[in-house]
């Protein structure tokens, strides 16, 4: 509940921290031609903004993974000590891949949201850019044009490039997650149960 809350007040944080900049750029640079480098510090703090934004939400999910680990063993250790042990190997079994589900929803939600602020960042970034380079030699019509098409091309590059390396991240870390969390659960077990015995 408070984690999809903290998720939903950067989002709308992201928006109107990117909708400012982005206005303010576009005002600075048809204004004057004197307001140009500002232009170009606005978008540089964007830049710095948006990679603390991704590196943070990296590191909070790396946290959840261990959380959902240690979680899954210390459930396995308990169901092991209080019912049998066939039960618990079903549960902590179950638990992990549940786990292991409700992780990669949560990495694919993030890293849509993540993917999609870079991929506008890079695109007004170089279209603003551009604009500021192209201007100064050809006619206005001319690079409004260009940096529109360079725009639009750079999104569609970068989703197609982002969704492929997100789809075989997703995929390695469900199978690699999965299997690891059974043998974990299935070696405490083992454990637990040959120390019961040999105790008994």
Request: net charge neutral; proline share 0%; with cysteine.
């Amino acid at each position: 509940m408070y984690y999809q809350l903290f998720i939903i007040v950067m989002v709308q944080r992201q928006f109107i921290s990117i909708y400012l900049s982005i206005c303010l750029s576009i005002y600075l640079l048809f204004s004057d031609s004197s307001y140009i480098e500002l232009a170009v510090k606005v978008c540089s703090y964007l830049s710095i903004h948006l990679s603390i934004y991704s590196i943070a939400m990296a590191v909070r999910l790396n946290q959840f993974f261990s959380h959902s680990f240690s979680l899954s063993i210390y459930l396995s250790i308990y169901l092991s000590q209080s019912v049998h042990i066939y039960l618990s190997i079903y549960l902590s079994i179950y638990l992990s891949i549940y786990l292991s589900l409700f992780i990669i929803y949560l990495s694919i939600y993030l890293s849509i949201s993540v993917c999609s602020y870079l991929s506008i960042y890079l695109s007004i970034y170089l279209s603003i850019y551009l604009s500021i380079y192209l201007s100064q030699s050809v006619h206005i019509y001319l690079f409004i044009y260009l940096s529109l098409f360079i725009s639009i091309y750079l999104s569609i590059y970068l989703s197609i490039y982002l969704s492929i390396y997100l789809s075989i991240s997703i995929y390695l870390s469900q199978s690699v997650h999965i299997y690891l969390s059974i043998y974990l659960s299935q070696s405490v077990h083992i454990y637990l149960f040959i120390y019961c015995h040999l105790n008994s």
